[in-house]
């Protein structure tokens, strides 16, 4: 709740005149306890997760031909029914984990200093912020997806998530509970060390989201993100990941390429490009 009843006052704090975005977020925010500022994260991630990867979906099912000429798997065809499962599925889980993480989310909010009040944050400010996420998130997730992939972590939990060997978008959130919650660490730890605004926090949960659809979406498009974002790894990076399963010892960042680089976990996948460039192997 902010401390500011009119505009006047908060530009009179301010010390200037109020940007459009601030005064919406003014009339928005004034009257409402912090503690519900939080909680449009869960309406912002569901939107994401349902829109995002429905039209490449839609292409996948109403074209599948055409379709087949950018998927990395051109020779799987998932069914409807096999989508709808996956996104039930995926959304029943997120909810059990989501819903009794908003209990907790306010005080944790408040020990990560995440603020909610007058100004908001630059575009400079929030896309250093980003960086700084993406890269923290991205070098912790490796470590923990390797942790996963051990005998007991694969058998006891991630293999839920590998049952799709050519993913589909709605497979980025499709797993085991445990590994929700296990995931969530990584990409609540950039925010810990560089407190935000909330409303940077929604940014950033819905940014993480959708680079998960799209390294899971199975496509290979002429304006993938790899070509414009230095060490981004993409669909491809990924897809070969669930393309080897449960035995795969390459390509566990999510993000960037360079920790795989850098530990030596890409040389299967070096390999197999290798191969495909040959005309050897084939996805």
Not at 125 to 146: G, K, P, S
């Amino acid at each position: 709740m902010l401390p500011y009843a009119t505009a006047g006052e908060a530009e009179a704090a301010l010390g200037r005149a109020l940007t459009w975005a601030e005064a919406a977020w003014l009339r928005y925010s004034a009257s409402v306890p912090d503690r519900y500022l939080h909680w449009p994260n869960i309406a912002i991630t569901l939107v994401v997760y349902t829109l995002a990867p429905l039209p490449l979906a839609l292409f996948d099912l109403a074209a599948p031909a055409a379709a087949a000429l950018y998927k990395l798997q051109p020779k799987v065809q998932h069914p409807p029914a096999t989508f709808f499962r996956c996104y039930m599925d995926a959304v029943r889980v997120s909810l059990l984990i989501i819903g009794p993480y908003q209990l907790i989310s306010y005080p944790a909010a408040k020990i990560m200093d995440i603020r909610t009040g007058l100004p908001l944050p630059s575009m400079g400010e929030i896309m250093a912020q980003l960086t700084v996420y993406f890269l923290v998130e991205d070098y912790l997730n490796y470590w923990l997806h390797r942790l996963l992939h051990t005998k007991w972590g694969y058998e006891k939990i991630h293999h839920v998530h590998h049952e799709f060997t050519a993913p589909m978008a709605y497979a980025a959130w499709y797993g085991h509970w445990a590994e929700m919650l296990i995931l969530a660490v990584p990409s609540l730890a950039g925010p810990a060390l560089v407190p935000c605004h909330v409303t940077t926090l929604w940014i950033w949960f819905a940014a993480r989201l959708v680079e998960s659809l799209n390294i899971h979406s199975g496509f290979k498009l002429p304006f993938n993100a790899e070509k414009y974002i230095p060490f981004y790894g993409g669909a491809e990076h990924h897809d070969y990941h669930h393309y080897i399963g449960g035995q795969s010892k390459s390509n566990f960042a999510p993000v960037f390429t360079y920790c795989d680089y850098i530990y030596g976990t890409d040389k299967g996948y070096k390999y197999h490009k290798a191969t495909l460039a040959k005309g050897v192997a084939s996805w």
